[in-house]
């Protein structure tokens, strides 16, 4: 099955630095990767659709030049929360789709990023 | 704004019992419908998606779909504590995109 690897799992980092997370389609190639975030007990949140070769289209409220999106590749999709703040912390998660037959609209989660910013 | 509830719960049962989720949402032009096991701390996973109206079995979980009504079910038998997680349901409205709105999740504990 579809396998979608998300590094790191956690990160800890001082208020203003940047972190950057990887999200990578391990076993097929992912033109359309989707980033979101959770709060504690809330659901998730789509931040932005990531396409491959092009621009991410950012959801309604999300800074863009805060939340740097690049997708270089078919297989690789990276986040980078630029001059961070503890409002940031949160659980990133990042999700592909092969967008090919009966499992067209299945989204694959990659095991998410854990960022707490101090 | 195209909306996804959830009763947040916690919802629950003993083990070997049936466990029922329930899910409404907003957009009737939604086509695509998800529920997916989210443990404590961990991503969501995958259990089941429906497209068309009615039952689809897969094991011990049964999802309903009512396209009239609005409504999408999750039916878990023989609950196990090992069940016990957040249970999200996911809507794809119509288009390409395969964008998903997430319910809140409903928190689901099966007691041994």
């Known amino acids: 099955g579809a396998v979608v690897s998300q590094h790191p799992s956690r990160v800890i980092c001082k208020s203003g630095t940047s972190v950057k997370i990887e999200c990578r389609s391990l076993?097929?190639?992912?033109?359309?990767m989707f980033w979101y975030r959770q709060f504690p007990k809330q659901s998730l949140m789509l931040m932005a659709t990531?396409?491959?070769?092009?621009?991410?289209?950012?959801e309604q409220g999300v800074e863009k030049d805060k939340f740097l999106i690049n997708h270089a590749s078919l297989t690789l999709s990276t986040l980078t929360v630029t001059s961070a703040h503890p409002e940031d912390s949160s659980f990133y998660i990042c999700?592909?789709?092969?967008?090919?037959?009966?499992?067209?609209?299945?989204?694959?989660f990659g095991a998410g990023s854990r960022l707490t910013v101090l | 704004q195209k909306e996804v509830e959830q009763n947040s719960g916690p919802l629950s049962v003993p083990e070997g019992a049936i466990a029922s989720l329930n899910c409404t949402y907003s957009d009737r032009g939604s086509q695509s419908f998800f529920w997916y096991r989210q443990y404590s701390g961990k991503s969501p996973e995958l259990i089941m998606f429906?497209?068309?109206?009615g039952d689809k079995e897969d094991g011990r979980f049964t999802a309903q779909l009512n396209k009239a009504s609005q409504y999408v079910s999750l039916l878990i038998r023989d609950s196990q504590p090992s069940d016990s997680a957040t249970y999200l349901c996911?809507?794809?409205?119509?288009?390409?995109?395969?964008?998903?709105?997430f319910g809140k999740g409903t928190l689901l504990t099966v007691n041994p």
């Open positions: 990531s396409n491959e070769g092009s621009k991410a289209t950012y």
């Open positions: 076993d097929f190639q992912a033109t359309t």
């Open positions: 429906i497209y068309s109206n």
């Open positions: 999700s592909a789709t092969t967008g090919l037959g009966s499992g067209a609209n299945v989204l694959t």
């Open positions: 996911a809507v794809k409205s119509g288009g390409s995109n395969y964008k998903l709105t």
